[in-house]
Each structure stands twice: as C-alpha cells, then as structure tokens.
C-alpha cells in the first residue's frame, strides 16, 4: 500500500484546509484511516481516524468540532478537512491505513504511512 499526502500549506489561523490521502491498492475500502500529526520535538500523535466503511470516526479532543475526516473509495482518498486552524495545528500530518480497524489510534497499530504534509498555522 503507497499512501500519498497532499494539501498542506500556509494559512492564518481561524482558516481552512482539506487534506488529501491517495492510497495505491485495489482493496482501500477494506482498510481503515488515520491522520496523525507531528510537530517539531515532539512525538507523532493522533489527529483522527475513520472506519473501512466510513461509518465510525473518532477525534482527538483538541480538534472535535474543527476537523472532520472522510473517504471516498470511489477515488481511494482519505480526507481531513481542517476549520478554525490555530497555530498550535502547525505540524507534518501524515496519514496512515490499518487492516483490520478496531478503531486504532496509536501510531504503531498502523502497517503503512504517507510521506507527509506540512501545515503551518500562522497568528
């Protein structure tokens, strides 16, 4: 699985972007998604996830009502759009697949990852 990440970028807080993660493998709708974070120093941390059928999501709580994830398995991408960005968002987001689900939100559940997307927040 080739998982690529696009969409990242400058923008002033209170803006928006939308990630995109194209995956490269005939069985996507099989996998479910991850967006992870990472900013400078610090640890690779979970942003949000989505079910293979696109029917659960889960959050991490500082960006709950700002970020929504989805998919389109038609076109085998993963998105994150992102609403309301802060500085404290500035980070690499890389997105990931994991087969089988189970809702996993720790980086070591997920087999494959995208290179990555910088987004800067600016104040």
């Known amino acids: 699985v080739q998982l690529q990440a696009s969409g990242g970028g400058l923008v002033q807080a209170g803006g928006s972007l939308r990630l995109s993660c194209a995956a490269s493998?005939?069985?996507?709708?099989?996998?479910?998604m991850g967006w992870f974070r990472q900013a400078p120093g610090k640890e690779r941390d979970f942003v949000a996830t989505?079910?293979?059928?696109?029917?659960?999501?889960y959050y991490t709580d500082s960006v709950k009502g700002r970020f929504t994830i989805s998919r389109d398995d038609a076109k085998n991408t993963v998105y994150l759009q992102m609403n309301s960005l802060e500085p404290k968002d500035t980070a690499v987001y890389y997105c990931?697949?994991?087969?089988?689900?189970?809702?996993?939100?720790?980086?070591?559940?997920?087999?494959?990852w995208g290179q990555g997307t910088l987004v800067t927040v600016s104040s």
């Open positions: 990931a697949a994991a087969r089988p689900w189970f809702g996993r939100r720790k980086p070591d559940e997920y087999v494959f």
């Open positions: 493998v005939r069985t996507f709708s099989s996998y479910g």
């Open positions: 989505i079910s293979a059928s696109g029917g659960t999501t």
